[in-house]
């Protein structure tokens, strides 16, 4: 089945400055890749996906970055505010199968 | 609509007992997901439906955790008898697509003393 990893396990930065989580993938047959943000005993929601025929996606602060050749994608958080403070999921799925989860990065925006 | 709702909230029992959580997916979603969420491992996914068919339970840890989906809009995971190992948050999930833009409820974190 896919792996999903997930590095860093822990991120703390500055108000203000960037954050850049990132993962990789085991199955090359992967095509959507979703992020998942999780606030302190909160349900995890999604913040932003992107499809493998897609190298790149933006939202406001938010851009998530795909190399299929390398099998890996990252999530890139600029300007980043207390609020972004939360654990941050990244997962993969395989066409016509289910997602699995990274283990997740525990961020802190230190204001 | 309300989003996933999930019931209840908070569960704690003793060592033993049988522990059944709910859940009632979002209206038109045709996938519906039951995932365990624990410090060590992190979301696992332990079986997920289909128009309420059972697709793929090979994530259920043993035979003590067994699931239902007898109509499109109420699934029940039941725990019997439970452990102190399966304390945790259990997640509910849905969506229109398989695996894509899932909707999490609220969660039911499970102490088992």
């Known amino acids: 089945g896919e792996n999903v990893e997930q590095h860093p396990s822990t991120l703390s930065v500055q108000e203000g400055d960037s954050a850049v989580i990132k993962c990789t993938y085991s199955d090359s047959a992967s095509n959507y890749f979703p992020w998942y943000k999780q606030e302190l005993g909160k349900r995890p929601q999604l913040i932003i996906d992107?499809?493998?025929?897609?190298g790149e996606k933006k939202d406001q602060r938010i851009a998530v970055t795909l190399n299929k050749t390398a099998k890996h994608f990252s999530l890139h958080i600029t300007e980043t505010q207390p609020e972004d403070s939360a654990v941050y999921f990244c997962a993969a799925k395989r066409r016509n199968n289910d997602m699995r989860f990274g283990a997740g990065t525990r961020l802190t925006v230190k204001p | 609509d309300a989003g996933v709702i999930q019931s209840p909230r908070h569960e704690v029992t003793e060592m033993g007992q049988e522990v059944t959580l709910r859940c009632k997916p979002i209206s038109g979603h045709d996938y519906l997901f039951w995932y365990r969420q624990t410090m060590m491992r992190g979301l696992e996914l332990l079986i997920y439906f289909n128009n309420n068919v059972p697709i793929d339970d090979s994530g259920m840890p043993e035979d003590r955790f067994s699931a239902k989906m007898p109509n499109a809009s109420f699934s029940t995971l039941k725990i019997q008898p439970s452990e102190p190992r399966d304390s945790a948050v259990y997640f509910c999930?849905?969506?229109?697509?398989?695996?894509?833009?899932?909707?999490f409820g609220s969660g039911t974190q499970l102490s088992v003393l």
């Open positions: 992107i499809r493998s025929n897609v």
């Open positions: 999930a849905s969506s229109f697509t398989l695996g894509e833009k899932l909707f």
